[in-house]
């Protein structure tokens, strides 16, 4: 009988480990509550070969506020304010308009900005030094493998996507500030006239 027990215990240990380690992710966004910062991008594929590199302006505001403008080689942005996000590629001229729902099964980086408490469970947050490893959980439907979050002294410094391929895109963060009253407005988005919408939200 105590030899049941102890197994069970031990089986239970990485699972309070990981709840753990997601409070303490949690804790440390929340504590930022709102930040802007230029990133410098570079994607790798599998084999670790430089396939693109970019440059642009991050912005995170708690809750569910999201800004991401990609301003080299390519122009792209998007804008996640409450449950919705809009997705402009102004080279095409068009706009998407999803729920945050969908971003979540895109990439489960929207969490860094979305506290609810359904969509985190269904991701394992493992805590590996000053990172945090975001990985969706058996049966949760994502584009990306892997979310690496990643702190200096309590700021956040880098962020690194994988995906099914084997492809990496490395986000280093610099000249970071907190969100002030003139930055709401990167989270509000008029959309251009004469663009093509598609509007892909569900309600």
Same mark, same amino acid.
Not at 6 to 11: E, F, N, Q, S, Y
Not at 90 to 114: N, Y
Not at 128 to 146: L, Q
Not at 153 to 176: E, K, V, Y
């Given at each position: =009988?105590?030899?049941s027990?102890?197994?069970?215990? /031990?089986?239970?240990?990485?699972l309070?480990?990981? &709840?753990?380690?997601?409070? =303490?992710?949690? !804790?440390?966004?929340?504590? =930022?509550?709102g930040?802007?910062?230029?990133?410098s991008q570079?994607? /790798?594929d599998?084999?670790?070969k430089?396939?693109?590199?970019?440059? *642009?302006?991050?912005a995170?505001?708690q809750?569910?506020a999201?800004y991401?403008?990609?301003t080299?080689?390519? +122009?792209?942005?998007?804008?996640?304010?409450?449950?919705?996000?809009?997705?402009?590629?102004?080279? !095409?001229?068009?706009?998407?308009?999803?729920?945050m +729902?969908?971003i979540?099964?895109a990439?489960?980086? !929207?969490l860094?900005?979305?506290?609810? +408490?359904k969509s985190?469970?269904?991701y394992q947050?493992?805590k590996?030094?000053?990172?945090?490893?975001?990985?969706p959980r058996? *049966?949760v439907?994502s584009?990306v493998?892997?979310?690496?979050?990643?702190?200096v002294n309590?700021?956040?410094?880098?962020i690194?996507? /994988?995906? *099914?391929? $084997?492809?990496?895109?490395?986000?280093?963060?610099?000249?970071q &500030?907190?969100? $002030?009253?003139a930055?709401?407005q990167?989270?509000?988005?008029?959309i251009p006239? *004469?663009?093509?919408?598609d509007?892909q939200? /569900?309600?």
């Amino acid at each position: =009988m105590k030899k049941s027990i102890w197994v069970c215990l /031990t089986a239970l240990l990485p699972l309070a480990a990981q &709840a753990d380690d997601a409070a =303490m992710l949690a !804790a440390r966004l929340d504590a =930022m509550q709102g930040i802007k910062a230029n990133f410098s991008q570079k994607v /790798t594929d599998q084999n670790g070969k430089l396939i693109q590199q970019g440059t *642009g302006v991050i912005a995170l505001h708690q809750p569910d506020a999201f800004y991401w403008h990609l301003t080299a080689p390519d +122009e792209s942005l998007i804008v996640a304010k409450d449950n919705t996000v809009w997705v402009y590629n102004p080279f !095409a001229e068009e706009v998407s308009i999803l729920d945050m +729902e969908d971003i979540l099964k895109a990439s489960p980086m !929207a969490l860094l900005v979305h506290r609810d +408490e359904k969509s985190w469970s269904e991701y394992q947050i493992d805590k590996k030094g000053d990172c945090f490893d975001i990985s969706p959980r058996p *049966g949760v439907e994502s584009a990306v493998n892997t979310v690496s979050v990643c702190f200096v002294n309590q700021t956040l410094s880098d962020i690194r996507l /994988t995906d *099914g391929q $084997g492809s990496t895109s490395h986000f280093a963060l610099s000249a970071q &500030a907190q969100i $002030g009253e003139a930055d709401s407005q990167l989270f509000s988005f008029d959309i251009p006239e *004469g663009v093509s919408i598609d509007d892909q939200r /569900t309600r």
